[in-house]
């Protein structure tokens, strides 16, 4: 009888162990996949900051959004404010990035990537900014 128990206390713990083990996997697949794809996004806006050019018009900066372009990245126009935003999706501790364009007169004035929680705030492997100062 001590035995038959031993068994299936034995088989429960095997069970248990492989259910823990099969969680982790998941997990750390998981994590791996997310971190891949969150850099490919920020490679993705690298490479649209460094191809639009200060004085390029809406459409241009369109067409270069289309080339490089993830499936989670997105593109929003605050019209009232003449600027232009291209985020990617959360990441956790709000470490993801936002690609600022701003406009006057339908031209590009600045680009600036930025954390999606701060405008202040300049990533550390982020891209140096691209403005034009007006003199008055």
Request: charged residues 30%; contains cysteine; glycine residues 2%.
């Amino acid at each position: 009888m001590n035995k038959i128990i031993m068994k299936k206390k034995t088989k429960f713990k095997i069970k248990v162990f492989l259910f823990i083990v099969i969680i982790i996997f998941t997990v750390c697949f998981f994590m791996q996949h997310r971190m891949k794809m969150l850099r490919k996004n920020k490679l993705a806006l690298i490479s649209i900051m460094n191809d639009i050019k200060i004085g390029d018009n809406a459409v241009q900066v369109k067409n270069i959004y289309e080339k490089y372009r993830t499936e989670q990245l997105k593109l929003r126009k605050i019209s009232r404010e003449n600027v232009w935003m291209i985020t990617m999706p959360l990441e956790f501790g709000a470490s993801d990035w936002v690609l600022w364009v701003k406009f006057d007169d339908n031209k590009v004035t600045s680009l600036k990537i930025r954390f999606s929680d701060s405008k202040d705030i300049k990533p550390e492997n982020a891209p140096s900014d691209k403005v034009i100062y007006k003199v008055r």
